[in-house]
């Protein structure tokens, strides 16, 4: 049973570019969540979802940031206009259902901005 | 607002001491807690989870307690090993979401 997987690993950006960065959770599993750590920084919750529903998105940032979660398919965080201070890993975790138990986390996607 | 505290940032140890890593949270309306380890430049680990309902939690060498009232955590790994070294970060759930400490960086050295 594979675990988290996030795509690509690492991902290069110029200023100004586009990032998407992709996640399938483990099997069974249909809630998503992203976090971010920011270099020497802990973890930062920031958008939580279901197939095709947004449930909690309180910690993206208001322009640039948007996730998606389609009906099939991986999940995608997607970052436009990429600046600097985007540079970080991005982690997905996911977990069966909403009860908030236990959550299984992804090997994380380093984003460099260049 | 959820806040998590991890104390000591650090910590270098040598083999085979016995442990213990700290956490504390500010609300302590919450559904459970998870121990996570993180090695340089990978993914998290889960190590243990606590539902707010328990006391502690063990798992080979570790062991987890949790004082919901007093908004405390501890970790206690015994007879450390060099390939204990990494970071362990503690967690709390509430309503949707993780609230992460900035977490323990442990060196065990050989």
């Known amino acids: 049973n594979a675990g988290v997987m996030q795509n690509p690993r690492h991902l290069v950006r110029r200023r100004g570019q586009e990032a998407r960065l992709r996640c399938s959770p483990m099997k069974g599993h249909s809630h998503v969540y992203w976090y971010r750590q920011l270099p020497e920084e802990g973890l930062k919750f920031m958008v939580y979802?279901?197939?095709?529903?947004?449930?909690?998105e309180s910690g993206m940032p208001k322009e640039r940031f948007s996730a998606e979660f389609p009906k099939e398919g991986p999940s995608i965080l997607r970052i436009q206009q990429v600046v600097r201070g985007d540079s970080a890993a991005y982690f997905c975790?996911?977990?069966?259902?909403?009860?908030?138990?236990?959550?299984?986390f992804g090997e994380g996607s380093r984003l460099t901005v260049l | 607002k959820q806040e998590v505290t991890q104390i000591p940032a650090a910590l270098s140890v040598p083999e085979g001491e016995n442990l213990v890593l700290n956490c504390s949270f500010t609300?302590?309306?919450?559904?459970?807690l998870q121990w996570f380890r993180q090695d340089p430049g990978k993914g998290l680990t889960s190590l243990l989870l606590i539902q707010s309902s328990q006391r502690e939690q063990t798992s080979g060498r570790l062991n987890a307690s949790l004082d919901k009232s007093s908004g405390r955590s501890t970790l206690y790994i015994a007879a450390s090993q060099p390939g204990d070294s990494a970071t362990y970060l503690c967690?709390?759930?509430?309503?949707?979401?993780?609230?992460f400490g900035s977490g323990t960086r442990l060196q065990v050295q050989p």
């Open positions: 609300d302590s309306a919450i559904y459970n």
């Open positions: 967690a709390v759930s509430a309503r949707r979401a993780l609230t």
């Open positions: 979802l279901q197939k095709e529903n947004i449930i909690d």
């Open positions: 975790a996911s977990s069966p259902d909403s009860s908030i138990g236990e959550l299984f």
